[in-house]
């Protein structure tokens, strides 16, 4: 059974910072890539940030040069780490492994439980 444990959501003033982290665990093969998806109320779940096992990172419009994603293939972690965060930020922050190779031989889609994030202003 893999599963996602995010940490690091919180409570910050318009331009402060803060690091998200998620780590897998499981018996896991390999994962194609993992990321970073918020979900504002009454809005969709978007993407935010996203990294390949070989590195490649994706990254929305919206938080390109303000939030840089890294990842540790040997922990099977991802850090988010955002800073000079808006109020428009706020949003709960889920966890995402794409394509994970775990036990059993199949490849699946896994998830976090979600951290929330509150940006005042």
């Known amino acids: 059974q893999v599963q996602l444990v995010e940490s690091g959501g919180g409570l910050v003033q318009a331009g402060g910072s803060l690091r998200l982290s998620c780590a897998a665990s499981g018996i896991i093969f390999s994962i194609y890539a993992m990321g970073w998806y918020r979900q504002a109320p009454g809005k969709q779940r978007e993407l935010v940030a996203a990294?390949?096992?070989?590195?490649?990172?994706n990254y929305a419009d919206s938080v390109k040069g303000r939030f840089t994603i890294s990842g540790d293939n040997a922990k099977n972690t991802v850090y988010l780490q955002m800073n000079s965060l808006k109020p428009e930020d706020t949003a709960v922050y889920y966890c995402n492994a794409d394509r994970v190779l775990a036990q059993g031989g199949r490849f699946s889609d896994y998830w976090g439980q979600g951290t929330q994030v509150t940006v005042s202003s």
């Open positions: 990294i390949t096992s070989g590195g490649r990172t």
